[in-house]
């Protein structure tokens, strides 16, 4: 299946893009996939992915085609482009599931569908990339007022990306739902405990920091650790890792990896309705003059953005410690999801 290559294939994509998507929270999900009746469970979620992944699609296929300054245009967002219209019509070819037996192709399906978009992220950054360039050459050229001809292209990645982690929850809690797991509800952790989640993010950034810069600051986890809620722990663990990963550059940068480094903090704080999660260092803090962008994702402190990308896409599958400036604007749109 290849993505619209007509004017009907359009207007099919148009007719569901203008549809409302529905709304979803994770207590719903979690009351949904804790039924005693599994199959019929799983059959009725099928029923309503099927309806409505692709409103979601679509709404996000037309609004790639249709952005400013020809970024629509640029390679590898009309690579991502393709990639949803692709898969819009696979699920506009395949029949509502009605059995078991149709509910398990439906998943497979979804499966495989997941696994193609697990590179969106990148594609997406380096579509960023493009656009910079090209829009650098059309200002030296006279083409292009960076004030006249201002676009926020961060809250149409805001949308997108938002649009697509609520996508991936939704696919993920039905895939996940026909491998059930001890303590868990498709991915919801029923006693998910953040303090532990944060450990493992610790490990995770510590290696990375470790591999950079030969050394890694210690964190310390502070105040109501025991806690627990339902939650996706791998939401909760991308937020912990991009934040401490940053919490570590800094430190270490600020003070020298020779030096006795201060420990980075992180305050669990419980309250009657909600939860906050705090996390401090002594890296010296974002220079007052790139407030204005911090939740940007063409922002960064750590430069090179171009040069990582360009080694990413060659193969070059070594962790990076920074620079691909979507750690910040991504943590906050987990937390939103």
Known sequence: IQGAESVEDAHEI????????ATVTIKEMHAFGAQKNNK????VAAQFLHEELPIRIARRARELKKLPHDLGEMPSIVEVRKLYEESFFRLRRMPCPKTNQMEEEFTAMLDNMMTQHNSVQQIVASGLQELNDHLASETRAGLYNPTADYYDFGQFLDR????????????????????????????????CQ?????????DDARMICELSYGVAPEVTLLGATGMKLPYIPEHLHYIFFELIKNSMRAVVERHGPDAALPPVEVVFAEGIEDIAIKISDKGGG??????????????TTAGGTAEKIERNKAG???????????GLPLSRIHARA
């Open 14 to 21: 148009m007719f569901f893009s203008l549809r409302h998507a």
């Open 316 to 326: 070059d599958k070594r962790p990076v410690m920074a620079g691909f400036a979507h």
């Open 194 to 202: 953040p303090a532990a989640v944060c450990k493992h993010a610790i």
């Open 160 to 191: 997108f990306y938002l649009s697509r982690v609520g996508m991936r929850v939704l696919v993920g809690q039905h895939i996940m739902l026909h491998h059930p797991q001890e303590g868990f509800i498709g991915i919801i952790q029923s006693e």
């Open 40 to 43: 019929r469970a799983t059959l």
């Open 286 to 299: 974002i220079p007052r003059s790139g407030m204005d962008r911090l939740w940007s994702y063409s922002f």
